[in-house]
């Protein structure tokens, strides 16, 4: 009992408790994706305007940044802990990031536009 | 830490504990609809869906995961910071280039999609739609009275009210198939 009136155990037990909920949410996604009860389909296909359904280099572009930034970035959250403000995430990968999200944006918009024209 | 404040500490780290776990429960067990979690609403996955989820996840798991070792709560990178904002305004921008384009669509929704009446009783349902069609009103099943004008209807329970029932108040957009519901409940 007077373990558990410490602050520090108190702590941990919340960060575990979270990290659990996060872990269980990711799952029941990953599990609903394999599942097929949450849609996947299209997610790499140009959606409207005349190249409708055709494979978009704009998204694979964007997910293949994002995918390579959590492959580079979580195993070392997970190796070094300590040093997790060392980690800060390098401005070549902001750019990468950001780059290739506003290719994705830039993208879409022009297929709304040339709907609309 | 107080042992004052260590007691209150708990008890919310409970509740919320409590709260999630009732969250994860409904959707393993199905009653939480996750079905559209990546959709785009033409259909077919978004990306700036699917981008903004894998950050989320990726923050939180790091976030929590760092605080387990250190036992206490890290300072937040600036370049996380910066990656949070570029995936949650790519999110944004997105729904922003949807919503310009309406993807041609007329769209309607009422704003209270519920109600609980007793005899005689009244409720107003206002639709909002993106376009200039005109509104048609409907209810099912025929019990009560509807009298509507323009984007606005009233719903009027009859009075009495013979057997408990569930009335659903429909407002479509004239020429397309757009409709949005409202089950108002008699009692």
Sequence with gaps: MAQLLQGSVLQRFTAISGLVFVAAFALAVVLGVF????CFGGLLRVKGGQWNGQPSPARMAALLSTMAFVVSFLPKVIEYPDEFKALDISQEWIFAIAGTH????ASKALVVLGRRV | MSPLATVIGWSLVIIVDLLALAVLAQIFLGKIDLSLLLSEPGGGASLSRFQLLVFTFLVGFSLFWVTIYGNRLPEIPNGMLSLLGISASTYAVSKGIQMTAGDGKAVIALDRTQGLLTAGQAITLTAAVNSTSQVLWSYTPPVGSLS???NQATY???NPVAAPTTVTVTASIQGTGDSA???IQLS
């Design chain 1, 35 to 38: 599942e097929r009860t949450i």
């Design chain 1, 102 to 105: 506003f290719t994705y944006l």
């Design chain 2, 148 to 150: 509507f004008s323009g």
């Design chain 2, 156 to 158: 009027t329970a009859p």
């Design chain 2, 181 to 183: 519901s409202a089950a």
